[in-house]
């Protein structure tokens, strides 16, 4: 399973910025995908995921800023990123696993098995 996290970049405090997750080996909308991201000196941070059921998770610091969506056809999940911050800069992942966790796990990076490479995100004052 290889994952693929790309789209990122750099952003003024205010726009947006859609990033992508596309795989081979595993078909993403038969489990589900997470992101994660990992800004300097802080731990790996839950960001959002979405079941193979459709349900959504997502921490609250980006509810209602970012949404994720599926692409089926494509096999790719996107995290569209609005109203950005500087505390949003970071190194974003997205993550999957043979047995998407449970939603108590759901937030929890050692919950998943396969990692993209992670894409840079960094958002200017």
């Known amino acids: 399973v290889q994952l693929q996290a790309f789209g990122g970049g750099l952003v003024q405090a205010g726009g947006s910025l859609r990033l992508s997750c596309a795989a081979s080996?595993?078909?993403?909308?038969?489990?589900?995908t997470a992101w994660f991201r990992q800004a300097p000196g802080k731990e790996r941070e839950f960001v959002g995921a979405v079941r193979w059921t459709g349900s959504y998770y997502y921490a609250d610091s980006v509810k209602g800023r970012f949404t994720i969506s599926r692409d089926n056809a494509n096999n790719a999940v996107y995290l569209q990123m609005n109203n950005l911050k500087p505390e949003d800069t970071a190194v974003y992942y997205c993550?999957?696993?043979?047995?998407?966790?449970?939603?108590?796990?759901?937030?929890?990076?050692?919950?998943?098995?396969?990692w993209g490479q992670g894409t840079l995100v960094t958002v200017s004052s």
């Open positions: 993550a999957t696993s043979p047995n998407f966790p449970i939603t108590s796990a759901v937030r929890y990076p050692e919950s998943y098995h396969y």
């Open positions: 080996g595993r078909t993403l909308s038969s489990h589900g």
